[in-house]
């Protein structure tokens, strides 16, 4: 598990946003006291499987 911090660097992404992700429950994620802690290749596949699930909407949408 790495920091937020870390997470941010990795990703190249903003930290208010993958808060506001974890909070909401859509990235996985560690609360440890006030702390987030990430896995990063979890939250890597979650964005991953978000992507996917949505380029499959927009093809379903192509086809109408």
Known sequence: FVTLD???RKLGLP???IR???T???IPSLRTGRRL???PDAVERALLDRVSHGIKKEKRCDRE
């Open 6 to 8: 870390v997470l941010c």
């Open 15 to 17: 930290a208010k946003w």
């Open 20 to 22: 506001d992700e974890a």
């Open 24 to 26: 909401a429950g859509r």
């Open 37 to 39: 802690m990430f896995n």
